[in-house]
């Protein structure tokens, strides 16, 4: 079992830049699959991006392709998602999720592929 707790959320202009981040306790970070998903009130949670328990995949929702980074430092038991060029409708609650089994590619997009939740996070882009 891990537990996850997001911060570095907050308020920002657009086209700004934020860096969340994500500290796990619990089992070695290293057997766990990461994801940050991100949900407004009222609509379905959204993938963001996902990363491989050694670091070395990752995939991302076409949305933030580009601007957004996801990585991990299993020493730490982190994992972070740096945004830049952050836009309006990247405003959300940020959760980071884990899980022990496997996924690939698409397949780590789907919230039902993780075991592990966060509370989640606020992020507010201003136009």
């Known amino acids: 079992q891990v537990q996850l707790v997001e911060s570095g959320g907050g308020l920002v202009q657009a086209g700004g830049s934020l860096r969340l981040s994500c500290a796990a306790s619990?089992?070695?970070?290293?057997?766990?699959?990461t994801g940050w998903f991100r949900q407004v009130a009222g609509k379905e949670r959204e993938f963001v991006a996902s990363?491989?328990?050694?670091?070395?995949?990752?995939y991302y929702a076409d949305s933030v392709k580009g601007r957004f980074t996801i990585s991990r430092d299993n020493a730490k038991k982190a994992v972070y998602l740096q945004m830049d060029s952050l836009k309006s409708e990247d405003t959300a609650v940020y959760y980071c999720?884990?899980?022990?089994?496997?996924?690939?590619?698409?397949?780590?997009?789907?919230?039902?592929?993780?075991?592990?939740w966060g509370q989640g996070t606020q992020v507010t882009v201003s136009s």
């Open positions: 999720a884990a899980d022990s089994g496997a996924a690939y590619g698409s397949g780590t997009a789907l919230p039902e592929k993780y075991t592990y």
């Open positions: 990363i491989s328990q050694n670091g070395i995949n990752t």
């Open positions: 619990g089992r070695p970070f290293s057997v766990y699959r």
